[in-house]
């Protein structure tokens, strides 16, 4: 009888211990795992976005040289946008600094679009309403990838700073992700005043 007893507790000690060991081991592993997902969904959404400005900077080529010819006290707007666009696809920036040429392109193709409206002729150019209305297109394309990538970073955020996610992310070193925001430049109306034009 004393043996039965021993072996109970035994098989019970056991079974406690697995426990003991095994819950926090399973609840670290769906824990982690939700983590990698939330991560790889904004990723996946970055990589979107990504796309759509590819599309956007192949596009800027075109638009420039299509409106130089009309615009000849813009220069310095066209220089801009090259030289943006050139660092934009250099391949040599990190997301955050992919966020704040994107910015500064968008900023500088807002006024570059608001100058059109000093021009007439280049606003009936065939060749400029068919770039115009592609990238009236890809900007509401970027507008729905950022919206998107916005969740998934609301999302991860929230699992990063919420315990018992935060336990897990803080150990795992992953921190939060950036959102795209306006900037101030987009927050504002541009001016469309170019000074004298002799």
């Not at 992700?177 to 001016?191: D, I, R, V």
Request: no cysteine.
């Amino acid at each position: 009888m004393l043996g039965e007893l021993l072996g109970t507790l035994m098989v019970g000690g056991v079974l406690v211990v697995g426990a003991v060991v095994l819950v926090p081991l399973l609840v670290f592993a769906l824990i982690y795992n939700n983590l990698v997902s939330k991560r790889n969904r904004v990723e996946n959404a970055f990589a979107t976005v990504d796309v759509m400005l590819k599309k956007r900077y192949d596009l800027i080529p075109n638009l420039v040289s299509t409106v130089q010819g009309y615009m000849e006290h813009e220069r310095a707007v066209f220089k801009e946008v090259t030289e943006l666009r050139a660092k934009a696809v250099s391949g040599n920036l990190s997301s955050n600094e992919k966020v704040e040429v994107d910015n500064q392109i968008t900023a500088a193709l807002r006024s570059i679009m608001v100058s059109v409206e000093n021009y007439p002729e280049l606003k009936a150019n065939e060749n400029f309403l068919n770039l115009q209305t592609t990238l009236t297109e890809l900007e509401e394309q970027i507008s729905a990838a950022r919206r998107a990538y916005n969740a998934s970073v609301l999302e991860y955020n929230n699992a990063v700073e919420m315990l018992p996610t935060s336990i897990v992310a803080s150990i795992l070193r992953y921190p939060r992700k950036t959102f795209f925001e306006a900037s101030e430049a987009e927050k504002s109306m541009p001016k469309a005043g170019f000074g004298d034009r002799r």
